[in-house]
T-cell receptor, first 116, second 116 residues
């Protein structure tokens, strides 16, 4: 158990809909990251938050957004869903911020999203 | 941009065989290198890491040495077990990427199956 908690574990929804994935980082971790794992694209970094502020953006679509709340939990919002958005979405956390060196990143078990 | 290339699988070995999974990288900065493992139905777990050239990461009998001259970080284990069956991901984190060490770039993963 990594200590990173993600909900829901599985989600099935229709095209055009909007879903919210939730992540609770490990106790004491200030950074939260979101990754998408799909068969064709592999594992891709989406976005990082550090202590409530957006820190880095990767290959995140404009239809997707995220935020980190004062209690450090994070939500990833996916809207206008398409079939190609079906994937496993991982949340991860680490202690470090922008200048952390060698910080270990801990991953949750992921949220399986199926768009039908 | 930065990238990671790892050998394609699947790799099938008999128990107690020697394992090598090749990983090479391209990076403009000074990356840290990681191997993550994903067991069936689970999230990603950090297996080992190395933060500078010539460092050797090791864990659970697995080893990998950071070779800057060949830009490689090959994963090895002298004697695999059935319980090592999983997908293995090589990844890098570049200090220059978004100014944070937390953003991982992953290879496509190598599936290992170990037969008794």
């Amino acid at each position: 158990d990594s200590g990173v908690t993600q909900t829901p574990k599985h989600l099935i929804t229709a095209t055009g809909q909007r879903v919210t994935l939730r992540c609770s980082p490990r106790s004491g971790d200030l950074s939260v990251y979101w990754y998408q794992q799909s068969l064709d694209q592999g594992l891709q970094f989406l976005i990082q938050y550090y202590n409530g502020e957006e820190r880095a953006k990767g290959n995140i679509l404009e239809r997707f957004s995220a935020q980190q709340f004062p209690d450090l939990h994070s939500e990833l919002n996916l809207s206008s869903l398409e079939l190609g958005d079906s994937a496993l979405y991982f949340c991860a956390s680490s202690v470090g911020g922008p200048t952390g060196s060698g910080n270990t990143i801990y991953f949750g078990e992921g949220s399986w999203l199926t768009v039908v | 941009g930065d990238s990671v290339t790892q050998m394609e699988g699947p790799v099938t070995l008999s128990e107690e065989a020697f394992l090598t999974i090749n990983c090479t990288y391209t990076a403009t900065g000074y990356p840290s290198l990681f191997w993550y493992v994903q067991y069936p139905g689970e999230g990603l777990q950090l297996l080992l890491k190395a933060t500078k050239a010539d460092d050797k990461g090791s864990n659970k009998g697995f080893e990998a040495t950071y070779r800057k001259e060949t830009t490689s970080f090959h994963l090895e284990k002298g004697s695999v077990q059935v319980s090592d069956s999983a997908v293995y991901f090589c990844a890098l984190s570049d200090l220059n990427y978004g100014g944070s060490q937390g953003n991982l770039i992953f290879g496509k993963g190598t599936k290992l199956s170990v037969k008794p």
